[in-house]
C-alpha cells in the first residue's frame, strides 16, 4: 500500500491551511514587492524594482538585527555548551528530565512577560539604581543594544541547549572509553571526540535562534526602544501602521530571502555531515 | 559546574521571580516594595476590559487548541504512511512553521485572510439587501486561523515523535491479527499516542494564550491578553500588569510541566 488515498486525506487539514495562510500569501508578496506604490498606500499593479532601490536607506536596520542576532547567537552557544554539556554528561541520571523541563519550563511562558520584567530590572529603578547606591555613577541600561542582547539571550537560550544536549546524549561512551585506553588526555577526548560529535547539535541550536532573532521584534521595541532598529519593527511600521504594503513587502521578501538561504545552508550542512558519518560507518 | 548550571537557571527565572515578587506589592509605586498585599489581584479581578480580554483569549486558545490536536494528530498518522524522500520533504515544511519566527506567519496570514475578505465581502453583499451583508473582518476567526497554522505543525511533530518511538511492529502484528485498520487505530496506536497528543493539546493552549507577535498583526480591532498587556506595559507600569502577568505565567507554568512530564513518560514507556 503505497500512499493509500488515506495518507493523503490525513494530512489535507494540515496541508491547506499551510499553503493557504504560508506558503501561497509568501509567494504573492514575493511577487507584490516589485509593485508600485499607490498615493493612498495601496499596491499599483506594476513591475518596478523601486521598492528594492529603497532598501538601501534601511541597510542600517537589516545591519543591526544581523549583527545583533550573530552576537546572540555566538553567545548562547559559548554560554550553553558548558550547561548542556553538564546535563548530559556530568549530571546524575534521576536529575537529567526534571534539569531538562527545569530548562523547557520559562521558555514555554510568555516572551511578553519575561522582556517586560527585563524592563524592570533594567529600568531606572532597577540594577542603576543598585549601581548608583555605592556611588558608582549613573549607568543607562535600558533603551541600549545591551539590554536587548540579555533579553534575547534570556529568552531562546534554551533553544540551543537542548539541541546540543540530545545531540551529547547519543555520544556512545565506548568510543570515550577507547580513547582514555589509547591515552588521550581528558582535553584532547572532549576535542578530538566529544566536540566533532556535537556538531549536529550546535548547527541546530545556532540555525534556531538565529532565525527566530532575525524576526524578533517584541525585545528590540520594549529594551531597545526606538535606539535599537529591527528588521520586525520596521515591518510593523510599515505593514501595520502606515499600511505601505509594497515597501512592507520588499523588507519582507529580503527576510524571508535571509531566512531561506539559513535554512538551505542548515540542511545543506546536515546532509553533508550525514553522508560522511554514513560512509565512515559501514553498515 | 554545578554551581555554573545553577547561576544560569537563575538567570532564566530571574525575570519570572521579579514580576511574582512585585506582584504582591501594597503601594501604588511600581518600584518600591512597601508591604504585601492581594489588593492588585483583586482590582484586576474586577476590571472588565481585563476579563473581556481573557475572555477572548481563552475562547481562542481552547478552539486553536481543538482544531491544532486533530489536525495535527491527523497530519502525524499520515506522515506515518508516507515513505522516503517525500515523507523528509512534508516533514521539513512541518518544521519549518514551527521554526519560523512569528512575524513571518503574521504577515503571511494577514496578507492571505486580507486579501480572502476582499474576495468574499463583495459576494457576500451581493447575496444580500443592501446594509444586511455580514462584512468578514479581523478579529477572532483571523486569530484562530493564524495560532493554528504554528500549533498544528507543533502538535504534528509531538505526536509523530511518539509515533516513531512506537515502531512498526504494534502495528503489524494487529494486522497479522487481522484487525481492521480503524480497530487498530483505536485500540493499539490511540491509547499509545494519546499522553502526546494531550501534550501537544497543552502546548498549543499555552502557545495561542500567551501569543503577541502573530497576533499583533490578525487580531484587528480585537484585544487578546498579550495585546491588552503589552498596551498597559507601553502606557507606563502600573501594578495590575504584574498581578496579570504573575497568574499568567502560574496558569502557562502548570500546563507546560504537565505537558513536558506526559511527554517524557510517552517517549520513555515507548522508547524501550
Redesign the interface.
Known amino acids: 500500500m503505497k500512499h493509500s488515498w488515506s495518507t493523503w486525506l490525513l494530512l489535507t487539514p494540515f496541508a491547506l491551511w499551510f499553503a493557504v495562510l504560508l506558503l501561497v500569501p509568501l509567494c504573492v508578496i514575493l511577487v507584490s514587492s516589485f509593485a508600485g506604490t499607490a498615493t493612498g498606500g495601496g499596491a499599483l499593479p506594476a513591475f518596478t524594482l523601486a521598492q528594492y532601490a529603497s532598501l538601501p536607506v534601511r541597510l542600517i536596520v537589516f545591519r543591526t538585527t544581523i549583527t545583533l542576532a550573530v552576537l546572540a547567537t555566538a553567545l548562547s552557544l559559548i554560554i550553553a555548551y558548558p550547561l548542556a554539556y553538564f546535563i548530559a554528561m556530568q549530571a546524575r541520571t534521576r536529575w537529567r528530565a526534571p534539569l531538562l523541563t527545569l530548562l523547557v519550563l520559562p521558555f514555554g511562558t510568555s516572551i511578553l512577560i519575561r522582556t517586560y520584567a527585563w524592563t524592570y530590572l533594567f529600568g531606572n529603578h532597577g540594577i542603576p539604581a543598585l549601581l548608583n547606591g555605592p556611588g558608582w555613577g549613573i549607568v543607562r541600561l535600558i533603551n541600549t543594544p545591551f539590554a536587548v542582547l540579555v533579553g534575547m539571550l534570556c529568552g531562546y537560550l534554551p533553544l540551543m541547549v537542548l539541541p546540543i544536549c540530545l545531540c551529547l546524549r547519543r555520544v556512545d561512551k565506548q568510543v570515550l572509553e577507547a580513547a582514555a585506553d589509547l591515552g588521550a588526555p581528558a582535553w584532547r577526548r572532549f576535542q578530538q571526540v566529544t566536540l566533532p560529535l556535537s556538531f549536529p547539535g550546535i548547527a541546530t541550536g545556532c540555525m534556531l535562534i538565529f532565525v527566530r532573532l532575525l524576526g524578533e521584534y517584541l525585545i528590540p521595541a520594549m529594551l531597545g526602544g526606538d535606539k535599537v532598529a529591527s528588521i520586525g519593527n520596521v515591518l510593523v511600521a510599515t505593514i501595520l501602521q502606515s499600511g505601505n504594503r509594497a515597501l512592507g513587502a520588499a523588507v519582507f521578501a529580503a527576510l524571508a530571502l535571509i531566512l531561506l538561504t539559513t535554512g538551505a545552508l542548515y540542511l545543506w550542512l546536515m546532509r553533508r555531515r550525514f553522508a560522511a558519518s554514513d560512509d565512515a560507518v559501514p553498515p | ?2 554551581i ?2 545553577t547561576l ?2 537563575l ?6 521571580a ?2 511574582a515578587v ?1 506582584s504582591f506589592n501594597a503601594g501604588n509605586d511600581v ?2 516594595i512597601t508591604g504585601f498585599s492581594w489588593r492588585w489581584y483583586g482590582k484586576t479581578l474586577s476590571d472588565p476590559a481585563v476579563l473581556a480580554a481573557l475572555h477572548l483569549s481563552f475562547t481562542v486558545a481552547i478552539t486553536v487548541a481543538l482544531i491544532a490536536t ?3 494528530t ?2 502525524a ?3 506515518q ?3 522516503g524522500r ?1 515523507r523528509s520533504a ?1 516533514e ?3 518544521k ?2 514551527v ?7 503574521g ?7 486580507s ?1 480572502l475578505f476582499g474576495w468574499i465581502n463583495p459576494a457576500l453583499s451581493h447575496l444580500f439587501r443592501p446594509g444586511q451583508a455580514p462584512e468578514l473582518a479581523l478579529g477572532t476567526l483571523s486569530l484562530i ?2 495560532h ?2 504554528f500549533c ?2 507543533l502538535v ?1 511533530l509531538i505526536v509523530r515523535a511518539s509515533l516513531a518511538s512506537l515502531g512498526p511492529s504494534l502495528t503489524e502484528a494487529s494486522f497479522d491479527l487481522n484487525a481492521a ?1 480503524f480497530a487498530t487505530f483505536r485500540q493499539i496506536t490511540l491509547p499509545l499516542i494519546f499522553p502526546a497528543t494531550i501534550a501537544g493539546f497543552l ?1 498549543s493552549f ?1 502557545f495561542s494564550f ?1 501569543d ?2 502573530i497576533a ?2 490578525v487580531t484587528g480591532k480585537q484585544t487578546t491578553l ?1 495585546i491588552y ?2 498596551a498597559a ?1 507601553r502606557s507606563g ?1 502600573t501594578p495590575e ?1 504584574n498581578a496579570i ?1 504573575t497568574m ?2 502560574l496558569t ?2 502548570v ?3 504537565t ?3 506526559l511527554m ?1 513518560r510517552s517517549l520513555k514507556r515507548l522508547g524501550r
Open positions: 559546574m554545578r555554573y548550571a544560569i537557571y538567570f532564566l527565572y530571574c525575570p519570572i521579579v514580576i512585585f518600584t518600591r486533530f489536525a495535527g491527523m497530519a498518522l499520515g506522515l504512511g508516507m515513505n517525500l512534508v521539513t515544511l512541518v519549518s512553521a521554526i519560523l519566527p512569528g512575524v513571518v506567519i504577515i503571511t496570514s494577514l496578507t492571505a485572510l486579501t486561523a493564524a493554528a497554522l498544528m505543525a504534528t485498520p502546548l499555552t500567551d503577541f507577535a499583533n498583526f498579550p498587556l503589552y506595559i507600569l500588569v502577568a499568567v505565567l502557562t507554568f500546563l507546560v510541566a505537558a513536558l512530564i517524557q
